[in-house]
């Protein structure tokens, strides 16, 4: 490629819209991920308070490492969907940036090179003494996995009662988008759900869900599936 092509490419670049994409996990359900307030989801067969704050890991911290290696499981055997297909493609249109509350991988495998994951990655271990993140490979953490500094090994995922990661980081992406599509959550958790109010008055808004309390100010809502959803807008924008 001779000098003029990197420019016009670096030109293109510029010139691309932002899109900030702020996914849950209706976007994995057709991954065959559970999600968590549908019908038959995960709190729906677990107790939050058994497996998901910092007092259930100190109470009962083989419970809550069984209920995540289980999950970490679910996550492994899961293949990403179109909706992950067709946000990962989309990187070719526009300035893509990914901010998810799942804690799965799928957005990743898809191709999304921007992710951030705001609760957490279930695929990596922390310390708890340091903060320090372990890749988990193909493995699971049990009882007496130990990070360097002696304590138990904890998943690492946001847990009810902890900050979340990002999310200043979130918050000016949104704020600073052309476009934002929030696909795939039922806007229950603060304080992501927050974000869908941040954006610019001259940004265009698209809601992409099965069902919905209440759809934010401004949005353009798509009621359907994400894998058929996902891909017909991303194609109507480019
Ligand atoms: N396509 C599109 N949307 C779907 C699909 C689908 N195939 N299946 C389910 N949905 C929608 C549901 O209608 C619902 O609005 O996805 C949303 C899932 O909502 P929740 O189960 O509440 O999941 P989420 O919003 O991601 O939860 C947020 O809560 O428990 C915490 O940390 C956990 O990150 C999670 C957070």
Redesign the pocket.
């Known amino acids: 490629m001779n000098d003029s092509g990197t420019l016009r490419d670096r030109v293109h670049e510029e010139q691309r819209k932002s899109l900030v994409v702020l996914s849950?996990?209706?976007?994995s359900?057709?991954s065959d991920l559970a999600?968590?307030?549908?019908n038959g989801?995960l709190?729906a067969n677990y107790s939050?308070y058994e497996v998901?704050t910092p007092e259930a890991f100190h109470a009962n911290p083989k419970l809550v490492l069984d209920f995540y290696n289980f999950r970490r499981d679910e996550v492994r055997k899961a293949i990403p969907n179109a909706?992950h297909c067709a946000i990962a493609e989309a990187e070719q249109y526009f300035d893509v940036t990914v901010v998810t509350?799942?804690?799965d991988d799928l957005h990743e495998r898809a191709g999304s090179s921007k992710v951030l994951h705001v609760?957490g990655l279930i695929t990596q271990a922390r310390s708890s003494v340091s903060g320090e993140l372990i890749d988990l490979g193909n493995e699971n953490i049990t009882l007496g996995d130990l990070c360097p500094h002696g304590a138990q090994l904890r998943p690492h995922v946001?847990w009810f009662g902890e900050a979340i990661n990002h999310f200043e980081e979130a918050e000016a992406l949104v704020r600073n988008a052309d476009i934002v599509l929030v696909?795939?959550?039922?806007?229950?958790?603060y304080p992501?759900a927050s974000l869908a109010d941040c954006p610019r008055a001259d940004a265009d808004c698209f809601l992409?869900?099965?069902?919905?309390d209440t759809v934010p100010y401004g949005y353009d809502y798509r009621q359907?599936?994400?894998?058929v959803?996902i891909p017909k807008l991303l194609s109507e924008l480019r």
């Open positions: 849950g996990a209706g976007v359900a057709e999600t968590f307030r549908d989801g709190w939050v998901a909706a509350q799942n804690v609760h946001v696909v795939g959550t039922s806007l229950s958790v992501f992409i869900t099965q069902d919905i359907g599936p994400a894998t959803e």
